[in-house]
């Protein structure tokens, strides 16, 4: 069983649609939660970053985080084709190694 | 942010032959990681590259084979060396700045391709 888990889609919806992206993971240890966005050919960038459970809210990007259920949600609002990418969820422990630990990533594609 | 400069941004390799990747941050950074993202799959860490200590490799993954090299707080290298197409994959160099331990940014990364 890995240690996070992400549903690799492909997921396909109409523009001005809100996203849901989910990750769930098995280390109780985890932290720091991440979801970083991968356009095709270019590095990972940040896109919402959050600490324990609990809310976060970033223009038209909202990132959930149950820790009891061990669950994580990236809620994107009003999508658009510029939203087509990679999203993987990214999770890191509070203490020790602090290198961070990667769902598989779902692929979105937005339809204008 | 930090701005993390990595080349080669890809090349085609013979097997048996090995490739150098470096890793430039804007910045001064206390932990660089490197990692390997497989065609459709997410990202492994290879290992984490200190500066002043030697690099610690993830399980699966050997110093003989992907040697480390951390001169200084802002550059990495990475070789992977005697290549065989099974390294095929893209390379990514990561960095967390001195004082924030958890947020990590991405070069753009290396495609790799051994033929």
């Known amino acids: 069983q890995k240690e996070v888990e992400q549903d690799p889609g492909p997921l396909s919806v109409p523009e001005g649609a809100i996203v849901s992206l989910n990750c769930t993971y098995s280390?109780?240890?985890?932290?720091?939660f991440m979801w970083y966005r991968q356009y095709s050919r270019k590095g990972p960038e940040l896109l919402m970053y959050?600490?324990?459970?609990g809310n976060k809210e970033d223009g038209r990007f909202t990132a959930q985080v149950d820790k009891s259920s061990k669950y994580i949600s990236l809620f994107i609002r009003d999508s658009q084709p510029s939203d087509s990418a990679t999203y993987l969820c990214?999770?890191?422990?509070?203490?020790?190694?602090?290198?961070?630990?990667f769902g598989s990533g779902t692929r979105l594609q937005v339809q204008p | 942010s930090a701005v993390i400069s990595q080349k080669p941004s890809r090349d085609i390799c013979q097997r048996g032959t090995s490739l150098t990747i470096q890793c430039q941050v804007d910045?001064?950074?206390?932990?660089m990681f490197w990692y390997r993202q497989q065609p459709g799959q997410s990202l492994t860490l290879i290992a984490t590259?200190?500066?002043?200590?030697?690099?610690?490799?993830e399980s699966g993954f050997v110093i003989d084979k992907f040697p480390i090299s951390r001169p200084n707080l802002t550059f990495s290298t990475l070789t992977v060396s005697n290549m065989s197409p099974e390294d095929s994959s893209i390379y990514l160099c990561?960095?967390?700045?001195?004082?924030?331990?958890?947020?990590?940014?991405f070069g753009q990364g290396t495609r790799l391709t051994v033929v």
């Open positions: 990561s960095v967390q700045r001195l004082g924030r331990n958890t947020e990590a940014f």
């Open positions: 280390n109780s240890a985890f932290q720091y």
């Open positions: 959050t600490y324990s459970s």
């Open positions: 990214a999770m890191s422990v509070a203490a020790g190694r602090r290198a961070l630990t």
């Open positions: 910045s001064q950074v206390t932990m």
């Open positions: 590259a200190n500066q002043g200590s030697e690099a610690t490799y």
